[in-house]
């Protein structure tokens, strides 16, 4: 079929009518794609994407854990290593994580879950996916010429003085901030202007609450690194002392603007992996979500705290004993809201009818590994204990458990619970259970171990080490291999699901969100009407139907049964 063939409608004859016309067959050809404004389509092009990142990412993780295995060179020399390391901090963070659940899976249920059509600007939701194409280009094309080797945080002087080639990869950073930008802006308005009717602030899924307060922060915190990055271009291009002390800058400007953004980031990254996780615990407990003013509003104060906290990555930087000891004490005051989102999780779980899903496994997991490091935090946080902990493998260990641990496996929460909804198939249960304990099992062991790695003093990021610390390193390396399986068994039964998966009921989980009022692949227009919107944590909703091994409406219901 021609690249530019379009089609209407082409699912199999006889097939019912959400099969032979949905979002994925409505048109036909490459095109119909690259120009489409349907943001399931858009959420489905930036999954794609964010997936292949992953992948690059997790490929240099694997390499810097596989030079670890020996003191000295193992496969790399330390020119390159340092390489291997930035690109995987800097496309993991930049190119996965920061995009990876609000453009993707946002950007796929945010209208169905508002009952509306589209966002309210599908022309720039498609700008933000060809701005992050263009940004990730210029990021990746470093390798070729190359590579990069600051680090993620493009530290000056260094960055300023390096031979690697800086300028392409800050240059595609400071793109991917304005599809960050105008993918925020575009999700602000949607929710302000196509709720339905019924739903109030209150009555909202909570997974748009924390979208919301995640792109208030895009919007008011990703200038910031704009600009940051431009300065460091024009001092690196141009010579002007900006940030380099020899030029007459200051290194520790550079810290401040940079972790002004990069702690609010934090939270962009952790907020939306909340919200998917409130919206996975409650149908898989089969009960009303526990609090739930107090989790939305948590979201928010989660925003506004993260603009205050930067300083606590900079306790060994020279700043004042006082701003030290208030950025402390704010960083000791940012954890209590996400306890009560964690406090309010588990009083949800409390007496309920628990169905251990994949979904529900992946949130599971998510709560024990972000509380380790939500609570690991509270150890940096303290400024004694800081000054011999800052930059050491204490530090990667927290990070990633919070990182990786919360936002990658809430991802794989969120991927596993759309799944069905996205492609109208189902997958292994049994594979899905069996990756995500490889998965858990090989992070702890990876990361754990780097806990007491960093007690004992060895620096992050370097090249060599001490013989005292090789076996922690090699353990460490046998964890990322577990887990590395595990994601490559979790590709292998999804991308089988699309071959030959069960077909999906339209509500397989017992959800009570819009989103499952569609098809079981939605239609391109997702609603032939606006629906009503009720409670959506209330179960009493839905039902056991054994007839489409899935959960009908009870209101859909009734009225079937009335015309018959």
């Not at 800086?166 to 793109?175: C, E, H, K, R």
């Not at 588990?346 to 994949?358: A, C, D, N, Q, V």
């Not at 490091?373 to 940096?380: E, Q």
């Not at 098809?519 to 039902?543: C, E, M, W």
Request: with cysteine; charged share 10%; proline share 5%.
């Amino acid at each position: 079929m021609s690249a530019n063939h379009t089609t209407y409608g082409g699912g199999t004859p006889g097939a019912p009518a959400w099969e032979q016309d949905n979002y994925l067959n409505h048109t036909h050809g490459l095109k119909s794609w690259l120009t489409t404004l349907d943001h399931k389509r858009i959420g489905l092009m930036y999954l794609i994407c964010i997936l292949a990142s992953f992948l690059l990412g997790g490929l240099f993780a694997l390499l810097v854990r596989t030079e670890h295995l020996t003191p000295g060179r193992t496969i790399v020399d330390a020119d390159l290593y340092n390489q291997y390391f930035t690109l995987h901090g800097a496309v993991m963070i930049f190119l996965f994580i920061i995009p990876g659940i609000p453009a993707a899976l946002g950007n796929f249920v945010l209208p169905l879950m508002l009952g509306a059509k589209d966002v309210a600007f599908p022309r720039l939701n498609l700008t933000s996916w060809y701005l992050w194409v263009i940004g990730a280009i210029f990021s990746v094309v470093t390798i070729a010429l190359g590579g990069v080797d600051t680090g993620w945080t493009f530290y000056t002087p260094y960055s300023t003085t390096t031979a690697t080639h800086v300028i392409p990869v800050t240059l595609g950073v400071f793109i991917l901030g304005f599809s960050s930008i105008f993918t925020g802006l575009n999700f602000i308005v949607t929710i302000h202007k196509l709720r339905p009717k019924g739903m109030t602030w209150f009555k909202m899924p909570l997974f748009l609450w924390a979208v919301y307060a995640t792109a208030l922060i895009q919007v008011l915190a990703t200038p910031v690194l704009g600009i940051t990055l431009l300065l460091l271009i024009a001092e690196r291009a141009m010579g002007i002392g900006i940030f380099d002390p020899a030029l007459g800058g200051d290194p520790v400007l550079f810290q401040h603007f940079f972790w002004f953004y990069s702690h609010p980031a934090v939270y962009i990254m952790i907020l939306p992996a909340m919200g998917v996780i409130s919206e996975v615990i409650a149908p898989f407990s089969r009960k009303t979500i526990f609090g739930y003013k107090f989790i939305a509003y948590s979201s928010i104060a989660i925003a506004a705290f993260g603009f205050l906290v930067w300083g606590h990555h900079m306790f060994t930087s020279g700043q004042s004993a006082l701003g030290n000891m208030l950025f402390s004490a704010l960083t000791f005051s940012v954890s209590i809201p996400s306890a009560i989102k964690v406090f309010n999780w588990l009083s949800t779980m409390y007496k309920g009818s628990i169905s251990l899903k994949t979904p529900m496994l992946y949130a599971l997991a998510f709560m024990f590994l972000f509380g380790i490091g939500g609570l690991t935090g509270l150890f940096l946080g303290a400024l004694a204990v800081d000054v011999h902990l800052h930059d050491t493998y204490f530090v990667v260990a927290h990070f990633h458990y919070v990182m990786f641990g919360g936002t990658v496996i809430a991802f794989l929460a969120g991927l596993h619970y759309w799944w069905p909804k996205m492609f109208g198939r189902m997958y292994s249960e049994k594979w899905g259970a069996v990756a995500c304990a490889l998965i858990f099992i090989g992070f702890n062991v990876t990361f754990f171990t780097q806990f007491v790695l960093g007690s004992q003093g060895m620096p992050r990021r370097y090249y060599n080490y001490l013989p005292m610390y090789t076996s922690y390193h090699q353990i460490s390396t046998v964890g990322s291999y577990i887990m590395g399986l595990g994601f490559v068994i979790c590709a292998i039964y999804l991308a089988h699901s699309l071959l030959a998966g069960k077909k999906a009921a339209a509500n397989p989980w017992g959800s009570v969100t819009l989103e499952w009022r569609t098809p079981p692949i939605p239609p391109h227009d997702n609603f032939d009407k606006t629906p009503l919107a009720g409670d959506p944590y209330d179960y009493s909703q839905v039902r056991w139907d054994a007839k489409t091994g899935g959960y009908v409406w009870v209101d859909e219901q009734s009225s079937a049964a009335v015309a018959g």
